[in-house]
């Protein structure tokens, strides 16, 4: 059973930058992602890094501004947000699958970011 709590969502200023921590318990071997759900909205896929700690992926809208990096010693995935705009305003979320392929399995509770203009 993989366990991933979220952390670092926080009301910024537009243009501020921001590090969301995610903290995973469990087995070894999954790839973890990165969605958000702003209000009103379906989830939406924001940046992905497998397993191995290299390979990622990342949402057309990203244009640069997130990166996703992960410290498998310390069990954590984080993703770096710079020049934040009100439409990040989101909870953002965690999820984990098995050997990076198939449906996440395994979710966070999500962190709020909310960004004020």
């Known amino acids: 059973q993989v366990q991933l709590v979220e952390s670092g969502g926080r009301l910024v200023q537009a243009g501020e930058s921001l590090r969301l921590s995610c903290a995973i318990s469990g087995p070894s071997g999954y790839g973890t992602g990165w969605f958000r759900q702003a209000p009103g909205k379906v989830r939406e896929f924001v940046a992905a890094?497998?397993?191995?700690?290299?390979?990622?992926s990342y949402a057309d809208f990203v244009n640069g501004r997130f990166a996703i990096s992960r410290d498998n010693t310390k069990n954590t995935v984080c993703l770096q947000i710079d020049s934040l705009e009100p439409e990040d305003t989101a909870v953002y979320y965690c999820?984990?699958?098995?050997?990076?392929?198939?449906?996440?399995?395994?979710w966070g509770p999500g962190t709020q970011v909310t960004v004020s203009s």
């Open positions: 999820a984990a699958r098995f050997e990076d392929v198939g449906p996440y399995e395994y």
């Open positions: 890094i497998k397993s191995n700690g290299f390979t990622t």
